[in-house]
Structures are given as C-alpha cells and as structure tokens.
C-alpha cells in the first residue's frame, strides 16, 4: 500500500488556491478504492486554509505467474544444439 501512496503522489501537481493564487500544500492521502486502486490527495492553501483534493489512479504493474512466461523449452534448446541425437527427456 505504501508504494501505491508513493506513486500516486509522483504523479500529483499541488493546485493553486482559487482565492489567493498560490500553491497549495498537501496534508493527507486516503484511499477511495482498492480496485482500481483509487488515492484522494487532500491540499491546503497555507493563507487562507481552504482546501482542496485530487484523485489520482495507480495501476499496478502487471505480474506474471512463472509458468506463464514465453522462454524456450529446454528440448527446443537441446535440439537445436545437438541435430543428430534424439530429443532430451527428463526421466
């Protein structure tokens, strides 16, 4: 959960503050939603102390599982290494 935060808070930009025109300064992250994973960023302008919030979206990188990876099989490799002799086969 924390590497989802600290991505979502790479991808934010702080807001400006609608009444003073400057930048406002984040103060709290709560997630919204697990799937998608969905991070509500609050933000405060430091003058005026009003608030503000975005979300922003994390997507996961996709895993794997191992036996679902495209590699060549070792008889494939075995073949192409040895053409005259017969496939290799565990016993």
Same mark, same amino acid.
């Given at each position: 959960?924390? %590497?989802?935060? *600290?991505? $979502?808070? @790479?991808?934010?930009? $702080?807001?400006?503050?609608? #009444?003073? #025109?400057?930048?406002?300064?984040?103060?709290? +992250? $709560?997630? @919204?939603? +697990? @799937?998608? /994973?969905?991070?509500? #960023?609050?933000?405060?302008?430091?003058?005026?102390?009003? /608030? $503000? %919030? /975005? *979300? +922003?979206?994390? /997507?996961?990188?996709?895993?794997?599982?191992?036996? *679902?990876?495209? !590699?060549?099989?070792?008889?494939?490799?075995? !073949?192409?290494?040895?053409?005259?002799?017969?496939?290799?086969?565990?016993?």
């Amino acid at each position: 959960m924390v %590497d989802r935060l *600290k991505l $979502s808070l @790479e991808q934010v930009v $702080s807001p400006m503050c609608a #009444h003073c #025109h400057i930048e406002m300064k984040w103060y709290r +992250s $709560s997630l @919204e939603a +697990s @799937e998608p /994973t969905i991070i509500a #960023h609050f933000f405060a302008c430091p003058n005026c102390n009003r /608030t $503000s %919030d /975005t *979300k +922003s979206v994390v /997507t996961d990188p996709a895993v794997v599982p191992p036996r *679902k990876l495209s !590699a060549p099989q070792i008889r494939q490799v075995l !073949a192409a290494l040895n053409p005259g002799r017969p496939p290799y086969s565990p016993g």
